[in-house]
């Protein structure tokens, strides 16, 4: 079933190490998104990217980084990992060339960072 | 002033119920207003999707735009338990989309 992965489904990590959350889309979409989603404050959007090669901030960048080497994937890294950064983080991805812009989710990833 | 705004709930009612979910919002310049439907434990997946003002029906399920008050709605007719699930609104204009904070529903047998 075409989509997006994510990996891992679930993670909990010491404050202070590096982390890699991985994202891979088979849709050939050519934007795609990190979301964090926390209770009460929604999905908010951390960085996305347009094109392969272009990246941009979201709302709640700092602290994290990401890449677009290619179409399918879009890893998210945490360097230096702190507690507030405890989330379910989603990866999406759409069609930006599509006027209406639906943007298709994976499952997600639940980090605790203790 | 957050530029969606969604209640959010939790809402619980029975089995069979009509159920209204809803958003207000700020942005005149949204086009597409979308509901997206999330189950526990789960990635938000697309219920439906509206451009610009009207009403839009999916068998249970009735999108309603009104640009003019900068409100939205999702209607559920007939609710049923494996509707139970967080609904999220959200809208989008120039590739830029964001989305309300989502209300849960519970539908009890």
């Known amino acids: 079933i075409a989509g997006i992965t994510q990996a891992p489904t679930s993670q909990i990590l010491a404050a202070g190490r590096r982390m890699t959350l991985r994202c891979t889309q088979d849709m050939r979409h050519n934007a795609m998104y990190w979301y964090r989603q926390d209770l009460g404050l929604g999905l908010r959007l951390i960085h996305y990217?347009?094109?392969?090669?272009?990246?941009g901030k979201g709302e709640v960048p700092d602290g994290y980084s990401v890449s677009r080497a290619n179409t399918d994937d879009f890893p998210l890294t945490l360097a230096s990992a702190v507690p507030s950064q405890t989330s379910v983080y989603f990866c999406?991805?759409?069609?930006?060339?599509?006027?209406?812009?639906?943007?298709?989710f994976g499952a997600g990833t639940r980090l605790s960072v203790l | 002033q957050k530029e969606v705004e969604q209640d959010p709930g939790p809402l619980s009612v029975p089995e069979g119920a009509i159920v209204s979910l809803n958003c207000t919002y700020s942005n005149s310049a949204f086009q597409y207003f979308m509901w997206y439907r999330q189950y526990s434990r789960k990635g938000p997946e697309l219920l439906m999707y509206t451009y610009s003002s009207g009403n839009k029906e999916d068998g249970r399920f009735t999108a309603q735009v009104d640009k003019s008050s900068k409100y939205i709605s999702l209607f559920i007719r007939d609710s049923q338990p494996s509707d139970s699930a967080t609904y999220l609104c959200a809208m989008s204009y120039n590739n830029d989309m964001r989305f309300g904070a989502g209300t849960r529903l519970t539908v009890k047998p």
């Open positions: 990217s347009n094109t392969a090669g272009t990246t």
């Open positions: 999406a991805s759409s069609d930006s060339g599509a006027s209406k812009n639906i943007q298709y």
